[in-house]
C-alpha cells in the first residue's frame, strides 16, 4: 500500500518472517509516528473515500486509529513509543516536492471519479491524497499524553531515531512499514503492526491478508553477504528519499554491483555510474542526527481526558469508556504476569 512516505523498496531482496502480535508480548516497540499516522489517514475512510469526519468537519481518522489500534497492541501486551519527525534533511526537499505533486495529482483523480460515480477509484485516489496538517499532528500527540503514551520527538528522521532507540536497547524493535530502519541501525524492523489484517488492495477489487512481519537485521545482513554500510550503499544505488538513485538499478542489481566491488566509490570508478553527493547521503543514514532526551515509560492513562478530547470529535462515550477499561486491564495483566515470572525465576 502506498502512502505519503516511501522509503526505499527492498521487498525485492529482504526476507520477513510472518508473526502472530503475541510473539512480541512484553515487548517494547518504537513506532514510527509519521508512517503510522498516514496509515491510518489512508485505511480508515468511508465508502466514498472521505475521511472519518466529525460534525464540524474535523478528521478523526487518525484518532480512531490510535485509540483502537493501539488498544490492541496493549492488549497483546505490547508498549509503543511513537516517534514523530523533527526537521527533514534539505536533501529530502525534492522527494517531498514530489510528495505534494503526487497527492495533488490524486486529487484531481479523486474529484473526478467522484463526479462520475466510480466510488472504487475514488476510494482507491482518495487513500493517497493523505497530508499531515498541524491539526492532526498536534491532537495526535494530545491524545497519545492523554493514552499514557510515551512520545518521542526526534530531531530529524523519525526511524533514525526508533532504529537509535532500538540499537541502545531501550525498545525491543523500531516498527514501520519503510525499509530505512534498518539502514539507520536497527536490529529489529517490524513491518505491519497497527495494520495487520484484511486489507484491499489499492486500484483492485481484491482483498489480501496483511500480516505483522519481522525482520532481523543481522541474519538479513548476513543472508545477502553484506555489511549494514555496504546496504546503505546498495540503497544509494537504487534511490532514497534523499537521492534519486542511478536509473536502471533496483535492488538486485544494486546488490550485484556492491557485492563484486564492495563499496559505492569502487561502483563508481569500476562502471564510470554517475552518484551525485552520496556521502551525504550516506552519512545521514549512519551518523545522522539522534537524541538522547526521551523516555519510553509509559504513564497512566488520564480517562476524563481521552473522554472529553473524544466526545468532543463525536466518538461514543460508550465505546472510548470500554477500551479504556481494555487498556487498564491489559496492562494490569501484564504486570502481574511479570510479577509471577519474577517470583518463578527466584524460586
Known amino acids: 500500500?502506498?502512502?505519503d512516505i516511501m522509503g526505499v523498496n527492498l521487498s525485492p531482496i529482504a526476507e520477513a518472517?510472518?508473526?502472530?502480535?503475541?510473539?512480541?508480548?512484553?515487548?517494547?516497540?518504537?513506532?514510527?509516528?509519521?508512517?503510522?499516522?498516514?496509515?491510518?489517514?489512508?485505511?480508515?475512510?468511508?465508502?466514498?473515500?472521505?475521511?472519518?469526519?466529525?460534525?464540524?468537519?474535523?478528521?478523526?481518522?487518525?484518532?480512531?486509529?490510535?485509540l483502537y489500534r493501539t488498544a490492541n497492541l496493549i492488549e497483546a501486551g505490547i508498549e509503543p513509543s511513537f516517534v514523530f519527525d523533527g526537521k527533514p534533511s534539505e536533501l529530502k526537499a525534492g522527494t517531498i516536492e514530489e510528495r505534494i505533486a503526487r497527492r495533488e495529482k490524486a486529487m484531481r483523480e479523486y474529484e473526478q471519479a467522484?463526479?462520475?460515480?466510480?466510488?472504487?477509484?475514488?476510494?482507491?485516489?482518495?487513500?493517497?491524497?493523505?497530508?499531515?496538517?498541524?491539526?492532526?499532528?498536534?491532537?495526535?500527540?494530545?491524545?497519545?499524553?492523554?493514552?499514557?503514551?510515551?512520545?518521542v520527538q526526534a530531531p530529524s528522521d523519525g526511524e533514525a531515531q526508533g532504529?537509535?532507540?532500538?540499537?541502545?536497547?531501550?525498545?525491543?524493535?523500531?516498527?514501520?512499514?519503510?525499509?530505512?530502519?534498518?539502514?539507520?541501525?536497527?536490529?529489529?524492523?517490524?513491518?505491519?503492526?497497527?495494520?495487520?489484517?484484511?486489507?484491499?488492495?489499492?486500484?483492485?477489487?481484491?482483498?489480501?491478508?496483511?500480516?505483522?512481519?519481522?525482520?532481523?537485521?543481522?541474519?538479513?545482513?548476513?543472508?545477502l553477504g553484506v555489511t549494514r554500510e555496504q546496504l546503505v550503499d546498495v540503497c544509494i544505488l537504487i534511490g532514497t528519499d534523499f537521492n534519486a538513485g542511478v536509473p536502471g538499478i533496483g535492488?538486485?542489481?544494486g546488490l550485484k554491483l556492491i557485492q563484486k566491488h564492495g563499496c559505492l566509490e569502487n561502483v563508481i570508478s569500476s562502471t564510470g555510474i554517475e552518484v551525485p553527493g552520496y556521502d551525504d547521503v550516506r552519512e545521514i543514514f549512519l551518523n545522522g542526527p539522534r537524541s538522547d532526551d526521551y523516555s519510553v515509560k509509559p504513564g497512566p492513562i488520564d480517562h476524563d481526558g481521552v473522554l472529553e478530547m473524544m466526545t468532543s470529535y463525536g466518538f461514543s462515550q460508550d465505546r472510548v469508556s470500554a477500551v479504556l477499561?481494555?487498556?487498564?486491564?491489559?496492562?494490569?495483566?501484564?504486570?502481574?504476569?511479570?510479577?509471577?515470572?519474577s517470583l518463578d525465576n527466584w524460586f
Open 1 to 3: 500500500m502506498k502512502s
Open 17 to 66: 518472517r510472518e508473526i502472530e502480535l503475541t510473539e512480541l508480548r512484553g515487548k517494547t516497540v518504537a513506532v514510527d509516528a509519521y508512517n503510522t499516522i498516514f496509515q491510518f489517514l489512508s485505511i480508515i475512510r468511508q465508502p466514498d473515500g472521505k475521511p472519518l469526519q466529525d460534525s464540524h468537519g474535523r478528521i478523526t481518522s487518525h484518532l480512531s486509529g490510535i
Open 114 to 151: 467522484l463526479e462520475e460515480g466510480d466510488l472504487k477509484k475514488a476510494f482507491s485516489k482518495a487513500q493517497q491524497t493523505s497530508r499531515m496538517t498541524p491539526e492532526i499532528l498536534s491532537t495526535s500527540k494530545e491524545l497519545l499524553g492523554l493514552l499514557g503514551i510515551p512520545v
Open 163 to 223: 532504529a537509535y532507540m532500538c540499537m541502545k536497547g531501550d525498545v525491543h524493535a523500531a516498527a514501520s512499514q519503510d525499509f530505512d530502519s534498518i539502514l539507520f541501525g536497527a536490529p529489529v524492523l517490524v513491518r505491519n503492526l497497527t495494520i495487520s489484517g484484511r486489507r484491499k488492495v489499492p486500484g483492485k477489487s481484491l482483498y489480501r491478508d496483511v500480516k505483522t512481519e519481522v525482520i532481523d537485521s543481522s541474519r538479513m545482513l548476513s543472508d
Open 251 to 253: 535492488p538486485k542489481k
Open 325 to 341: 477499561k481494555k487498556i487498564d486491564a491489559a496492562r494490569k495483566a501484564e504486570s502481574d504476569r511479570k510479577k509471577q515470572r
